[in-house]
């Protein structure tokens, strides 16, 4: 019996040092003058972050169709409040995606070998500047709307990188 017990506590330290390797890593930094409160779904986040402050959190293997982006003119009390960018139903920590104008960048994580893939896109609309790279992938940095490294309209379909799966990644507004 001792000896299942302790197949079982290995299989379950195994497993979840297994799901742990399996997540990407984002950083994001706020390098403008002012505050950002930068957003990220599906993982469902959000918070407030001030000139020269990082965020850090993890994403799944198997994560499809994520976004980070940065929210401006926000207004926050109790969790609830309202943003003139980038707002996501008057939420802090967001489930939504927000409302344009908003400077996106977007990703599926593949996970079990698999590669991962992101871009940043202004088809939504132009908020804030950004810096978007992975660490195995090229980085990509967007200024203005009229960014050539961003999609910039639903059919250009020609932005989008790959990078190996369970990356760490680099979101920073105002590179």
């Given at each position: 019996?001792?000896?299942?017990?302790?197949?079982?506590?290995?299989?379950?330290?195994?497993?979840?040092?297994?799901?742990?390797?399996?997540?990407?890593?984002?950083?994001?930094?706020?390098?403008?003058g002012s505050t950002v409160w930068p957003a990220a779904t599906?993982?469902?986040?959000?918070?407030?972050?001030?000139?020269?402050?990082?965020?850090?959190?993890?994403?799944?293997?198997?994560?499809?169709?994520?976004?980070?982006?940065?929210?401006?003119?926000?207004?926050?009390?109790?969790?609830?409040?309202?943003?003139?960018?980038?707002?996501?139903?008057?939420?802090?920590?967001?489930?939504?995606?927000?409302?344009?104008?908003?400077?996106?960048?977007?990703?599926?994580?593949?996970?079990?070998?698999?590669?991962?893939?992101?871009?940043?896109?202004?088809?939504?609309?132009?908020?804030?500047?950004m810096a978007f790279s992975c660490s195995t992938g090229v980085?990509?940095?967007?200024?203005?709307?009229?960014?050539?490294q961003a999609y910039l309209y639903p059919s250009d379909n020609?932005?989008?990188?790959?990078?190996?799966?369970?990356?760490?990644?680099?979101?920073?507004?105002?590179?």
């Amino acid at each position: 019996m001792a000896s299942l017990a302790a197949s079982s506590v290995l299989f379950l330290v195994l497993a979840a040092f297994a799901a742990g390797a399996s997540a990407a890593t984002f950083t994001v930094t706020n390098n403008c003058g002012s505050t950002v409160w930068p957003a990220a779904t599906p993982v469902g986040g959000g918070l407030q972050l001030n000139p020269g402050q990082t965020w850090t959190f993890n994403v799944p293997a198997g994560t499809s169709s994520g976004r980070v982006w940065g929210r401006t003119g926000c207004s926050f009390n109790g969790g609830r409040g309202r943003c003139q960018t980038g707002d996501c139903a008057g939420a802090l920590s967001c489930t939504l995606s927000g409302q344009p104008p908003m400077t996106l960048a977007e990703f599926t994580i593949g996970g079990g070998g698999k590669q991962d893939f992101y871009d940043i896109s202004v088809i939504d609309g132009y908020n804030l500047a950004m810096a978007f790279s992975c660490s195995t992938g090229v980085g990509l940095v967007c200024r203005d709307s009229r960014c050539p490294q961003a999609y910039l309209y639903p059919s250009d379909n020609t932005k989008t990188h790959a990078c190996n799966g369970n990356s760490n990644y680099q979101v920073t507004f105002c590179p």
